[in-house]
Nanobody, 115 residues
Framework: QVQLVESGGGLVQPGGSLRLSCAAS????????MGWYRQAPGKQREMVAT???????NYATSVKGRFTISRDNAKNTVYLQMNSLKPEDTAVYYC?????????WGQGTQVTVSS
């Protein structure tokens, strides 16, 4: 049974940083592309960042230069380092296996950017 469990969300002030983690079980983060998506209230879920099996990364324009996706195969975990956070980054963040062709989703973790 494949499980993706996100953690690391919370409340942070504008300009702050958070690192989200996505721990996988029942599968390996190295054999498929992995992705982070987010969904703000009243909006559609949108792609934030993806990483392919060979390490190629892709970012939404709105987060490029601020967010970094990475993968630790030994820990079977994918990360999203988020710097210079803005109020518009507030959303539930979801990890998936498959990237832009999702196969499985995690349950999500809330990120709130507010002073």
């Amino acid at each position: 049974q494949v499980q993706l469990v996100e953690s690391g969300g919370g409340l942070v002030q504008p300009g702050g940083s958070l690192r989200l983690s996505c721990a996988a079980s029942g599968t390996s983060v190295s054999i498929y592309a992995m992705g982070w998506y987010r969904q703000a209230p009243g909006k559609q879920r949108e792609m934030v960042a993806t990483i392919t099996t060979n390490g190629r990364t892709n970012y939404a324009t709105s987060v490029k230069g601020r967010f970094t996706i990475s993968r630790d195969n030994a820990k079977n975990t994918v990360y999203l380092q988020m710097n210079s956070l803005k109020p518009e980054d507030t959303a539930v963040y979801y990890c998936n296996q498959g990237g832009i062709a999702p196969r499985y989703w995690g349950q999500g973790t809330q990120v709130t950017v507010s002073s």
